[in-house]
């Protein structure tokens, strides 16, 4: 199987992938129930609290750390494509010093005065939701066990900065932070992600945190590049650049409602590289490669035009699929298990995978198509099996 990354991410992910396929059995989020009042954001706010919220704004900033400085080793940014999660992943990932630790291992703290208004258990985590105001919430996920406080209470539980939380161990805790007045500018079409309402609404943390706790925070901070948290919302309209859903797919939930349906399988993006986003990964599910794994995504040369570039004047272009590997600041191979500042994908003469054609046939409407194992000077167009996508 092929490792393009560490072992360390892989793990992360797919325990967080985790969420995807279980069945929420606590409070259930209703992202198509908006009260109706004059401010939108604050209604998006009431829906996502389950009508628990008070006010709105940032009265005051994120004051503790999930988690005790010397208890995680490093933060990984928004922004990744691995596994099934086929799209640039909403959340960070504060990666325990001691990965492959038993559960319950480290304490995980409150950090601002809020209102738990929302808790998913599941049998290996617990999803929690915290609403500072209506518009301003964080939100953390793979939490061990909760605190006996916590567990005995009755939703909205009224919680202070610092408070003992519950416990992680084993796993990463993911960790973002919402602002339903602030919408990302980067998906062209909001509406595809409405089954994952606070999705639009990732907002980056460095911008909620007091100064103390920045300065901490960015100590850990495994990218450099800015945005310095990562980003996960790169659409250009009428560029390559960006999500995209396998034509009436039902945007990124496809089939959300059906339990048994693989909806990423019909995602595709295109994407800068959280860790360095001078590089750019395509991600795809599909792919089975010659030893029965599942290759999911990509690297493509640095010479090759970026997909900012390529739109429908463009026609039929070609990508060298690559694998991939991170080098450290000092040119050394990284096997991401411990933490580096900076790293820099390299592909320059790792394995080629294959050839990847698109086209974009109108400004929302793509053709594509992988031929694994294959050269692109031996591909000279599309089969039988492209696909088209579209946002």
Request: proline residues 6%.
């Amino acid at each position: 199987m092929l490792k393009i990354i560490g072992l360390v991410v892989i793990l992360l992910v797919i325990a967080a992938s985790i969420f995807f396929l279980s069945q929420k059995q606590s409070i259930n989020f209703n992202p198509n129930k908006l009260l109706p009042s004059s401010n939108k954001a604050v209604d998006v706010g009431r829906s996502l609290s389950n009508n628990a919220c008070n006010g709105e704004g940032v009265p005051y900033k994120l004051s503790q750390l999930p988690m005790k400085l010397s208890d995680f080793s490093h933060i990984e940014p928004y922004g990744h494509m691995i596994g099934d999660h086929l799209t640039p992943i909403d959340h960070q990932y504060f990666s325990p010093t001691i990965f492959h630790s038993p559960i319950d291992t480290y304490d995980v703290y409150a950090m601002a005065d809020a209102k738990l208004v929302s808790i998913e258990d599941h049998p290996t985590r617990k999803r929690l939701v915290f609403s500072v105001t209506c518009t301003f919430f964080y939100y953390y996920d793979l939490l061990t066990s909760l605190e006996p406080g916590i567990k005995q209470k009755s939703l909205p539980i009224e919680v202070k900065a610092g408070q003992l939380i519950g416990r992680i161990g084993g796993q990463t805790l993911d960790f973002a932070v919402w602002d339903t007045t602030k919408p990302l500018p980067g998906f062209i079409v909001p509406e595809h992600y409405q089954e994952e309402p606070w999705k639009i609404y990732t907002a980056d943390p460095l911008d909620y945190y007091t100064d103390e706790i920045k300065k901490q925070i960015l100590s850990k901070y495994v990218r450099t590049a800015e945005p310095k948290s990562g980003k996960i919302d790169y659409d250009i309209d009428g560029k390559l650049i960006g999500n995209w859903f396998l034509e009436g797919s039902k945007g990124y939930a496809g089939e959300y409602t059906d339990p048994t349906k693989e909806y990423w399988k019909d995602e595709l993006s295109f994407s800068p590289y959280a860790r360095d986003p001078t590089a750019y990964i395509i991600s795809v599910d599909f792919l089975a490669s010659n030893d029965g794994s599942r290759v999911k995504q990509f690297s493509v040369p640095r010479s090759a035009p970026g997909p900012e570039t390529i739109g429908v004047d463009s026609g039929l272009v070609k990508y060298e699929l690559k694998a991939w590997e991170d080098l450290r600041p000092d040119g050394k191979r990284s096997d991401n298990m411990d933490f580096i500042k900076g790293p820099k994908l390299n592909n320059e003469n790792t394995q080629s995978l294959g050839c990847a054609l698109f086209e974009m046939l109108e400004v929302r409407k793509l053709k594509f198509e992988v031929f694994l194992r294959q050269s692109c000077e031996n591909v000279s167009n599309f089969s039988s099996n492209a696909k088209t996508y579209e946002r």
